[in-house]
């Protein structure tokens, strides 16, 4: 019994003790592809938020600027940004931004800082700098061209560990041929801080002119076409058959606004749908929501399912990627094959209509994501990936262990 007292819960806790390894503090930069919005950029801000400022000296470098920049910038990271849309000039521009830092951890994010990241180390190296450990987080399987997939394939080898983000991109990056490095499977994790005990909006019917009584179902993802939009917005119309009362938000910015909107207006439903475009408050926002949709055509994780779930929102979303991983139908939240319009419309219709079913699927989300998704074990797997490179480096370099 005494033993059951003194368990630590890493998820509420954090994790206990971790000490610096021999020779200080590990020095870490994260390199992102873009400075835009998105689950990647998410992850870096979750990650360099929360290492252990004791063990970890960590930076950001982000190949263009955005609201992401601005975000960590806001809680006090140092972030460098290197706009130079040509890959060869910004690798010589890293190079020489990391050459007076000599980084021990490049942690590439998204595919072009794979690239870009992965040759500055290798560049560092040719100059007589002590070449820096590469990692790559594969957030999705998005590519510019054949191009970027031969060089990630030729790259990979000289890379120190790759990690995946679902066993579904860990399948592609076999398909694609990325082989000769370790690959570690770690789960995007979710602040618990943030999406566990989060109030709901109380502004969000007064906002948008919504009646009080009337139940929201929302989705929570760039507005890009792999997101599924236009499927969820086809559904609409059956949904408000059997749910006159009932609203859409959809919540974020991107590209495909204005085709969606159009798409709304030519099937009649402009009035029951709201375009709220970025909001700051999204926890709240999620919060407040009867239903929460991600109805995506393809989806390495779907970190906003997660957070829904972390919130006890009944989640509907596209059987597609890594969401299974994370969902199990009838069990955590409800899957649908992906552009299969009638399939969603039924499924939200379901947990507009049975509160108890829907309350139940919330319940069980909100434990599966304590218990398996939260960030804590998120950080911590990747800080003991920092340390087992960092102590190899060391070592190489004569640092006594």
Request: proline content about 5%.
């Amino acid at each position: 019994m005494g033993a059951e007292n003194n368990l630590v819960d890493p998820c509420v806790d954090g994790e206990p003790n971790r000490k610096p390894i021999a020779g200080g503090r590990v020095r870490v930069v994260e390199v992102m592809a873009t400075g835009t919005n998105g689950g990647a950029q998410e992850h870096v801000y979750s990650l360099v938020t929360r290492l252990n400022r004791e063990c970890y000296d960590v930076r950001v470098v982000s190949l263009s600027h955005g609201s992401s920049v601005r975000r960590l910038e806001k809680a006090g990271i140092d972030v460098t940004v290197i706009d130079e849309p040509d890959d060869r000039h910004a690798v010589r521009a890293l190079a020489e931004l990391l050459a007076p830092i000599e980084p021990e951890i490049v942690h590439n994010h998204m595919f072009r800082a794979e690239i870009v990241g992965t040759r500055t180390a290798l560049l560092l190296g040719e100059q007589g700098c002590r070449r820096p450990a590469v990692i790559s987080t594969i957030h999705s399987s998005r590519i510019r061209c054949v191009d970027d997939r031969v060089a990630l394939r030729q790259l990979t080898p000289l890379m120190d560990r790759l990690i995946v983000v679902s066993k579904a991109i860990q399948q592609k990056v076999r398909e694609e041929g990325r082989f000769g490095t370790p690959v570690s499977l770690i789960y995007n994790g979710v602040d618990l801080q943030r999406y566990n005990h989060e109030q709901p909006c109380c502004t969000l019917h007064e906002d948008y002119g919504i009646p009080e009584a009337s139940p929201i179902v929302g989705v929570v993802a760039r507005l890009e076409a792999e997101k599924g939009h236009r499927t969820l917005i086809d559904a609409w119309p059956v949904v408000l058959e059997a749910h006159p009362e009932a609203w859409l938000l959809i919540v974020g910015e991107g590209s495909e606004r204005n085709s969606l909107e159009a798409q709304a207006a030519s099937i009649g439903i402009s009035e029951r749908v709201v375009f709220t475009g970025r909001r700051e408050d999204v926890p709240a926002v999620t919060a407040a929501l009867d239903v929460a949709v991600l109805p995506s055509y393809r989806e390495a994780q779907g970190l906003s399912v997660l957070e829904a779930m972390a919130l006890s929102r009944p989640v509907v979303a596209s059987n597609v990627g890594g969401i299974p991983e994370m969902v199990e139908d009838g069990v955590s939240g409800l899957l649908v094959p992906p552009g299969d319009c009638d399939a969603l419309a039924t499924a939200i219709i379901r947990l507009l209509s049975d509160h108890p079913y829907a309350d139940m699927l919330a319940r069980r989300g909100h434990d599966l994501v304590h218990d398996r998704f939260c960030i804590e074990l998120m950080t911590s797997a990747i800080e003991s990936i920092y340390d087992e490179l960092a102590i190899k480096l060391r070592a190489s370099a004569g640092v006594p262990r």
